[in-house]
């Protein structure tokens, strides 16, 4: 009899562990998601920005109480993702040219930055920067690539619950970078220079904060090329910038490198300050430049292909400065 009361006393304290052991692993499950917001739906309304040119997205949660999230949408819509619950920042940005953008501090909503790398070559021409002439006042400047087309945006005021239940995230992304065209009108003498021709501008910024939504206040140089047209004697080009620094306004100088059919090189810069700064819209910004002179060449044929022509590597520049008709 005592030992089936041993027996029938153990199986009610085993049992009575039991229930204690399962409440407490149920507290523990009840209790994850307490931080956890598990159905938000990201949609990016492109209502600021029409065009709706871009493929992938990035999306970047910051929080003061749980470390950054990041998430990547390979379409332009958004998506389903899990997140922590509360109160964040957001910032978004386009990632359609991983390799020509570079991002550097993401771990801060307000030092993430985009930028471009340096460049070392004028592409038009094949000719290192090393050693090329610079206009006065901007020898130091770094010469950077043009950025591509950039969207994004950022909202300081994202609460999100915490629930299971769906919940949604609009974001609105716009423009981030500038429209930049130069031309060159009524050239005279277009024909003497090889149809590969560079330039630069000085003094724009070197990168943007989309989690401002402003540039940056580094000044660099941006290079790029031109097309000529030799019917209308003209040479243009189109590029995107992130615009000008912030802080102090700046000069800016356009320096064109012409390669000339005599095997010479010509060095040319203008002052833009005043079509750069007094732009109607500083987004879109056209810079027209008349009066450009090119050298009389006699139209004579070129060497064949790989026993001369129109020289790369130039170790020194006619220089010419020129004063605007705008």
Not at 71 to 96: E, K, L, M, Q
Not at 100 to 122: A, K, M, P, Q, W
Not at 289 to 295: A, H, S, V
């Given at each position: 009899?005592?030992?089936?009361?041993y027996?029938?006393?153990?199986?009610?304290?085993?049992?009575?562990?039991?229930?204690?052991?399962?409440?407490?692993?149920?507290?523990?499950?009840?209790?994850?998601?307490?931080?956890?917001?598990?159905?938000?739906?990201?949609?990016?309304?492109?209502?600021?920005?029409?065009?709706k040119?871009?493929?992938?997205?990035?999306?970047?949660?910051?929080?003061?109480?749980?470390?950054?999230?990041?998430?990547?949408?390979n379409?332009?819509?958004?998506?389903?993702?899990?997140?922590?619950?509360g109160?964040?920042?957001?910032?978004?940005?386009s990632?359609?040219?991983?390799?020509?953008?570079?991002?550097?501090?993401?771990?801060?909503?307000?030092?993430?930055?985009?930028?471009?790398?340096?460049?070392?070559?004028?592409?038009?021409?094949?000719?290192?920067?090393?050693?090329?002439?610079?206009?006065?006042?901007?020898?130091?400047?770094?010469?950077?690539?043009?950025?591509?087309?950039?969207?994004?945006?950022q909202?300081?005021?994202?609460?999100?619950?915490?629930?299971?239940?769906?919940?949604k995230?609009?974001?609105?992304?716009?423009?981030?970078?500038?429209?930049?065209?130069?031309?060159?009108?009524?050239?005279?003498?277009?024909?003497?220079?090889?149809?590969?021709?560079?330039?630069?501008?000085?003094?724009?910024?070197?990168?943007?904060?989309?989690?401002?939504?402003?540039?940056?206040?580094?000044?660099?140089?941006?290079?790029?090329?031109?097309?000529?047209?030799?019917?209308?004697?003209?040479?243009?080009?189109?590029?995107?910038?992130?615009?000008?620094?912030?802080?102090?306004?700046?000069?800016?100088?356009?320096?064109?490198?012409?390669?000339?059919?005599?095997?010479?090189?010509?060095?040319?810069?203008?002052?833009?300050t005043?079509?750069?700064?007094?732009?109607?819209?500083?987004?879109?910004?056209?810079?027209?430049?008349?009066?450009?002179?090119?050298p009389?060449?006699?139209?004579?044929?070129?060497?064949?292909?790989?026993?001369?022509?129109?020289?790369?590597?130039?170790?020194?520049?006619?220089?010419?400065?020129?004063?605007l008709?705008?």
């Amino acid at each position: 009899m005592k030992k089936r009361l041993y027996k029938a006393l153990c199986l009610l304290i085993f049992s009575l562990l039991l229930l204690s052991e399962g409440c407490t692993l149920k507290e523990l499950n009840d209790d994850a998601p307490t931080t956890i917001a598990d159905n938000v739906e990201v949609v990016f309304n492109w209502s600021k920005s029409p065009s709706k040119e871009a493929q992938t997205m990035v999306v970047y949660l910051y929080s003061t109480k749980h470390e950054m999230m990041d998430y990547r949408f390979n379409n332009p819509d958004g998506g389903i993702i899990r997140t922590y619950g509360g109160a964040h920042t957001a910032v978004c940005h386009s990632n359609d040219d991983p390799y020509g953008h570079i991002l550097r501090n993401e771990h801060s909503h307000d030092e993430i930055e985009i930028f471009t790398d340096d460049t070392g070559v004028l592409v038009g021409q094949g000719i290192s920067t090393r050693g090329i002439p610079r206009a006065k006042g901007t020898e130091e400047e770094p010469l950077r690539n043009t950025p591509s087309m950039i969207y994004g945006t950022q909202d300081r005021d994202v609460n999100l619950k915490v629930s299971a239940l769906p919940q949604k995230l609009e974001l609105y992304p716009e423009e981030l970078v500038c429209r930049y065209s130069v031309e060159f009108a009524d050239v005279e003498n277009l024909k003497s220079a090889d149809v590969r021709i560079d330039a630069t501008i000085s003094s724009l910024a070197g990168g943007y904060y989309p989690g401002r939504m402003t540039p940056n206040s580094e000044a660099v140089s941006h290079t790029f090329t031109l097309k000529a047209d030799l019917e209308r004697n003209t040479l243009s080009s189109e590029f995107y910038t992130f615009g000008v620094p912030e802080g102090e306004e700046r000069g800016h100088k356009l320096c064109l490198y012409i390669a000339l059919k005599n095997m010479t090189g010509g060095f040319y810069t203008f002052d833009v300050t005043d079509q750069v700064n007094k732009a109607p819209d500083p987004r879109n910004v056209s810079i027209k430049i008349y009066g450009l002179k090119l050298p009389e060449i006699p139209d004579e044929p070129l060497p064949p292909q790989g026993e001369g022509g129109v020289s790369i590597e130039l170790d020194s520049w006619d220089t010419y400065h020129f004063d605007l008709k705008v």
